[in-house]
Nanobody, 118 residues
Framework: QVQFVESGGGLVQAGGSLRLSCVVSGNRFSIYAMGWYRQAPGRQRELVAS???????RYTDSVKGRFTISRDNGLNTVSLQMNSLQPEDTAVYFC????????????WGQGTQVTVSS
């Protein structure tokens, strides 16, 4: 079972930036498509950014141009640089292996809280 440890969240004012990191267990990280998901209170978890094993990124429309996903296969790490943060970005952020349906393929970690104040 793959495990995830997310970090880097915090409280930031609108317009600010944060960088999230996720360390992934196991020795097959390089072949996974990885994603960052978020879940706001009262809402379903959504995939906001993903990156394939060949480093092709994809983003949901609401974060395009503001968020950048990257990976380091040597460190088993996937990161999310978030700029121009807005209050609607407030959520718990999780990383996971992206399944064929877009959902998380493994058990979820604890996530990291991002709170953006207006």
């Amino acid at each position: 079972q793959v495990q995830f440890v997310e970090s880097g969240g915090g409280l930031v004012q609108a317009g600010g930036s944060l960088r999230l990191s996720c360390v992934v267990s196991g020795n097959r990280f390089s072949i996974y498509a990885m994603g960052w998901y978020r879940q706001a209170p009262g809402r379903q978890r959504e995939l906001v950014a993903s990156i394939t094993s060949s480093n092709l990124p994809r983003y949901t429309d609401s974060v395009k141009g503001r968020f950048t996903i990257s990976r380091d296969n040597g460190l088993n790490t996937v990161s999310l640089q978030m700029n121009s943060l807005q209050p609607e970005d407030t959520a718990v952020y999780f990383c996971n292996v992206v399944s064929s349906t877009g959902g998380g393929a493994s058990s979820w970690g604890q996530g990291t809280q991002v709170t953006v104040s207006s």
